[in-house]
């Protein structure tokens, strides 16, 4: 995921406190987190948003965020790339909606918006 704007988890600052305490951990933990703890009891928003942002250990999610540190990634779960790198690597303007395949021969799907990917169905594009 490379996104330069990114300042912090979350759409807020209880999101972001959350999402940074917790992590992306999986379905199974994060049910288990919420019948243990009162904040994330509070926060099922969050905690749904835990569940959708993992991998469920199926692959690995790299982070390619502009203003928040490598170990502030690591600390949630995630993989950290340095985001001029992966912008230099996976060009947005070069790349199509869909399967690409690179000049390495590395073969990527890109999404130009992420949130279109996960808000919206086929019908709508």
């Known amino acids: 995921i490379i996104a330069p ?3 912090e988890f979350g759409e807020d600052e209880g999101n972001d406190r959350l ?4 992590g992306y951990v999986g379905t199974d933990r994060v049910l ?3 019948e243990k703890n009162e904040d994330l009891r509070q926060g099922l928003g969050t905690a749904a948003h835990l569940i959708h ?3 469920e250990g199926k692959f690995t999610i790299t982070y ?3 203003h928040l540190s490598e170990e502030e990634i690591k600390a949630v779960n995630f993989r950290y790339a340095e985001p001029g790198k992966m912008l230099k690597l996976y060009d947005p303007e070069k790349l199509t909606p869909g399967y690409n395949t ?3 021969g590395e073969e990527v799907y890109f999404i ?3 949130g279109l990917g996960l808000w919206t169905t086929r019908e709508r594009f």
Do not use: A, D, F, H
């Open 5 to 7: 704007g990114v300042k």
């Open 19 to 22: 999402i940074r305490k917790y």
């Open 32 to 34: 288990e987190l919420v």
């Open 53 to 55: 942002g993992s991998s």
């Open 64 to 66: 390619s965020p502009g």
């Open 102 to 104: 690179l000049s390495s």
């Open 112 to 114: 130009k918006n992420p």
